[in-house]
């Protein structure tokens, strides 16, 4: 295995999020699930927009948000994701480059514009999201660069990759490459919805070894195990994959391995402004421990950290150094 | 005269805002004047975004932002700006329509893209604009709807308007319309770098009776009258134009009229964030007043209201309702 470039390369839709506040009575108006993500087309994602209040807009997509929290960090980061070459993508593109964040996926010449998705934010800072995947519909296995695969000691995947067409062979593929370069393969569960939609192959995944790591909140592992009860999920876990990271809003994180369960505590914050991000940035600050060495309380700990910033502000990218909070906070980075 | 469809018409430069946080050090770099407006070039844009860090993206433009603040107030709105047909341009008209603004100017079918401005947020709070006009040096005198303009009580232009080529002649045509319908004609200076190109110009505008009131801050009013004396500049502005309101930031602002001098008191803030928007939130709470014939110091008042309300996060435009706001203060809405 010869030395890494990249600590993290995640892959993932590429989203540009639209973001506004509102009450419970735009959901309610609106059909819309709340804490969900659902797939919108064009004309849905119109009909919504139209009714939006005025907007603030901001690069997003899950992992990608991941990724840019761990360049945050101090990590060296590269990100596979497809945008169209128009201007929202232009956008797109300067603020993952401006993060630190190595992309380098072509975009798309023709076809659907790049992704948006349209997210309200409610007054208990809930997020509810309306997804267009737009051009995030066209990455396939030619986007995945073997050479940049096999130099990144972790590669991230998002299970939102699940809904795009040709996603999923993108994220085996990359899967392969990694494991065949000894290096680790993480994925997130995304969301409660997707773990319904793609519940068998998620397991699959797990299961078979195409993933070594896997992050959930309690929804999302509550729906793969469709039980409620979290003691019973999360031995299945255990048993499924070699390390599971479960995310529990204000109580906290669990680290399940074969070895035991960790417990580390979620981070104090001043006012929950926009959950946007909030899993996203844990899994930022938790990868971030993991490359570092810290071990996994260390770890939880910075992914608490990452997350507990994220949603004492609009958006889910940090507005903040997370390595210079880190060193506030006494934790290593 | 008949009555008004609308509270205020405003016209201006319609520009879409890219923020980013950064330090003293980036503005140095890049041989910028803090706290100024620079025009630049399409070339000068692209280094300036390239080397700026993640950004956030929403609608703003000064004289808009003033629109949206009077909408937010619970005024009837219109606004005149010209964008391109463009997604930017699209996200443009999407927020000024939400915000229950009336906007029908029709967007450029070619030529340059809707206008951006490059907005540096400092630790201190102080934003520093480098803005590309883009589209919006396409607004004519064709684009000023004489019947728009004499359905309003209140026109609103900004200084702006005197950079691109044919909006000047916009404004005089507006203001002329205006007034034979018998309303009045407001101009805010914008900034001391654009006064300083358009001084003579602008006391013309004043003392020829173009426009009835004028929105200035401190440095704009020593750089109109060539005087770093306070009282000196106030007497003059006072001479010179019906309704003069100067804004001093922490110390509050001063309402000039032939009557006399009326001093009101700044609004308390918990944080200084981003500058962004405080004259143009400034003047929305005060021309809510004027139409609402609260006095002058009730006006100061709610303009004090809307700009403290702006000036706690980033961005130009209001995060919450001003009504409620103002309810919430004891204000008369």
Redesign the interface.
Known sequence: MTSAKYDVLGIGNAIFD?LV?TDEGFLGAHGMTKGGMALIDEARAAAI??D????????GGSAANTI?GLASFGARTAYVGKIRD???GR?YT???R??GVAFQTRPAKDGP?TGCSYILVTPDGERTMNTYLGAAQELTPGDIDPTEIAASSIVYLEGYLWDPKNAKDAFVKASTIAHNAGRQVALTLSDSFCVDRYRGEFLDLMRGGTVDLVFANEAELHSLYQTSDFDTALTQLRADVKLGVVTRSAKGCVVASKDGIAMVPAFPIREMVDTTGAGDLFAAGFLFGLVRGTGHEIAGRLGALAAAEVIQHI?A?P?TSLKQLAQQNGLPV
């Open positions: 639209v506040k927009y139209q939006m209040g005025p907007a603030t807009e901001m690069s840019v128009d201007q929202i956008l300067h603020d993952i401006a993060a514009a958006g990218r507005q």
